[in-house]
């Protein structure tokens, strides 16, 4: 009896549960399709608005402006690197009357200095003595000193002294020392048609890779074709240095593998030079220590392959004025082993001895034909004897 109400209980027990499970799942699958169905009717894709086949509105009838303003110019971004435009470079001409602020400011106490000396009333020895060492600090060397002051002896002797008269005998006899006479003109031009072929030596770091970027600005100003050859093959970012320059002014530059020959690569620049029919190939070689042998010897190895297909027309020597007497024995070296024909002498503004002209052209017999005054891209000028003394006496 106890047995049968007790199944009879979990019979009704069984069948409780068995319909809330029911109830339950009834409720949920119903609670599903529901949200199946608003899912279903966020992402449904709304259907396409019908084309807008009106024609546009002006004038009066134009409907108003959207509510969110146009950009303006200030909005927008901008690339960091402006888009590369090609420079035009300053002429030459005229580029010594900017630069000589910056000469006479290096230079001043030389001159000054000179003047204040030959202007006094009485110009007695030991006024002569200070002159020359005046002179022999500048770098203007001993024998070009001795030889000045003799002039000048003679003439103040002769014409007498005082301001001017003392000003007008010093600046004459600077211009003479520096010598007018010598050709400074740079042979850039075509000849037979082949382009002309400037090859730039010296040591390291005296700037021949920013003499010839700047020197093929100078030429670009005349109108040039020109060309440079990246024959600095030692120094890892010499060459790009040497493209960065060539780009701005819109000029080619030949270049190959880093450490590679630079001889071949001088070869390359000139063969180039030939198919373009440039007016100008210029080549930068590494920059060697005039004690090494080897390195000396690799010059001439470059000038000859470079002979295999064109005439080398000029031999620039670069040398660093702010080296002074070190200057000298560099030039005397480099000219042991190949024919400079002209001489740069780079940081004329960052140095009070702006004799090393004088001596260094004594020294060679080569003139001074470039002058650097600057680390900006065209402070590269013609050197003018005339003009430097005028700026020397400022
Ligand atoms: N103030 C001044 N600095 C200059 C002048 N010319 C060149 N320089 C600086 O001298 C440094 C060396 O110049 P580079 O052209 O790299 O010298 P480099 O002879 O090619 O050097 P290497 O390839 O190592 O032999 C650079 O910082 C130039 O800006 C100049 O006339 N005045």
Same mark, same amino acid.
């Given at each position: 009896m106890l047995t049968s109400q007790l199944v009879a209980q979990l019979a009704d027990s069984v069948l409780i549960v068995v319909i809330v499970a029911a109830v339950v799942l009834v409720a949920g699958t119903a609670g599903l399709v529901v949200t199946r169905r608003r899912k279903a009717e966020v992402s449904a894709p709304t259907p396409p608005a019908p084309l807008d086949t009106a024609e546009p509105k002006v004038g009066e009838d134009a409907e108003e402006p959207r509510d969110t303003p146009t950009r303006t110019l200030e909005d927008t971004e901008l690339p960091e690197e402006p888009v590369a435009t090609i420079e035009k470079p300053e002429s030459a001409q005229g580029r010594m009357v900017r630069l000589r602020a910056r000469l006479a400011r290096s230079q001043g106490s030389l001159g000054k200095g000179l003047l204040a000396l030959l202007s006094r009333d009485k110009v007695d020895e030991e006024a002569w003595e200070d002159i020359e060492t005046t002179l022999i600090t500048a770098d203007v060397g001993v024998t070009p000193t001795q030889e000045l002051v003799e002039r000048l002896r003679t003439r103040i002797r002769v014409e007498g002294v005082g301001g001017e008269q003392a000003r007008q005998i010093l600046r004459e006899e600077l211009i003479e020392l520096v010598n007018p006479a010598l050709d400074r003109s740079l042979k850039v031009s075509r000849k037979e048609a082949q382009p002309a072929v400037v090859l730039v030596v010296g040591v390291n770091g005296t700037g021949k890779t920013t003499t010839v970027g700047k020197l093929a600005r100078v030429l670009v100003a005349e109108d040039k074709h020109v060309v440079l050859g990246a024959a600095d093959t030692f120094r890892a970012a010499a060459a790009d240095q040497l493209q960065t320059w060539g780009e701005r002014v819109g000029v080619r530059t030949v270049r190959g593998a880093e450490g590679g020959d630079p001889a071949s690569?001088?070869?390359?620049?000139?063969?180039?030079?030939i198919e373009e029919e440039a007016d100008v190939v210029i080549v930068d070689t590494a920059g060697r220590l005039h004690t090494k042998t080897g390195l000396m010897d690799e010059?001439? $190895?470059?000038?000859? #392959?470079? =002979? $295999?297909?064109?005439? #080398?027309? =000029?031999?620039?020597?670069?040398?660093?004025?702010?080296?002074?007497?070190?200057?000298?024995?560099?030039a005397r070296v480099f000219a042991e082993v190949i024919d400079v024909t002209g001489l740069v002498l780079t940081k004329l503004d960052g140095t009070a001895k702006g004799g090393i002209v004088i001596a260094v052209q004594r020294e060679l017999g080569v003139p001074v034909k470039l002058?650097?005054?600057?680390?900006?891209p065209d402070d590269l000028a013609p050197f003018d004897p005339e003009q430097f003394v005028d700026a020397l006496l400022d």
């Open positions: 690569i001088a070869f390359d620049s000139v063969k180039q030079g010059l001439g $190895k470059v000038k000859r #392959v470079i =002979e $295999k297909s064109a005439e #080398v027309d =000029e031999v620039l020597l670069v040398i660093d004025a702010t080296t002074g007497q070190n200057g000298l024995t560099q002058v650097g005054l600057g680390e900006g």
